[in-house]
């Protein structure tokens, strides 16, 4: 079992209620419609708790945190978004209730077990994860919960679940995990500068996982002996201490770009400028 706190990478939606709302919004809607997200199962995407927020719906939603918790210009940072990554034995053992119990005493030892929250629950990777929506205004007293040591205090709270329930390690010690770890860092050795010349580099190293973008998001898969993509998709967030998730990989990109040579990017930038000979332009002799 893990936790990421905060784990959007925009601090501008990551502190906006509306925003996280909406971003879960089109997961919910991605996940009933089963469409943008077509190798996912079936029902991967739904609310399993909420409390105090009687209308799940972004507008509605925001407007419900801001007037249980309204904004306190002491609290630079209102939400509270945390994600809760089970292993599939969990799951499987515990089933839906058992996370849902679990999440909830985690909020109740990290001091939201009062407070206004939605609990959304996804299956589209490897690990079922469970993220949960908060604020961090005291809904009783009206100032900020205490966060100073709040990542300390998360992981305490986690090896105590993990104790009392019998819980898995995170999933960053899985085989699988650690394949990718292993097969990324080989296929990045020869600079690729985009995902099909990764993609390229991991086919070459043998590798049997593959980088693919979905929405706004990057995820690794396996394929099978026909190339063709199959479960289970592990999300490249589980990788951002490494540096393996999606900003890093594109970071690593844009370095790697800037040290081609310049006669490449000459020659690359002319033909998207003149696709035709320059002499059609410029009315030069051919030679």
Known sequence: MTAHISILDNPTISNNFYEVLCYH???????????????FTEGWAKIIDKQLIFDTSPETAASIFRLIAPIIPEVSSQVFHVSLCFTPTDYSQLKETGLQKISQEYLERLGYGEQPYIMYRYKETAYPHIHILSTRVDMKTRIGIEDSFEAYHSKEILYQLEQKYDLKAAPF?????????????????NKPTDYEKLNEELAKTGSVYRAK????GLVYYPIDKLGQSKQPYWKSMDFKEIGFHKKGIERLFEVYKSQLPETFYLRSNLEELFPQPLQHYFNLPSK
């Open 173 to 189: 010690q899985s085989k699988s995990h650690q394949e990718i770890r292993v097969a990324i860092w080989k296929a990045l050795q």
């Open 213 to 216: 973008k979905i929405g706004r």
């Open 25 to 39: 919004q089109k997961r919910l809607d991605r996940g009933r419609a089963n469409t943008v997200c077509e190798p």
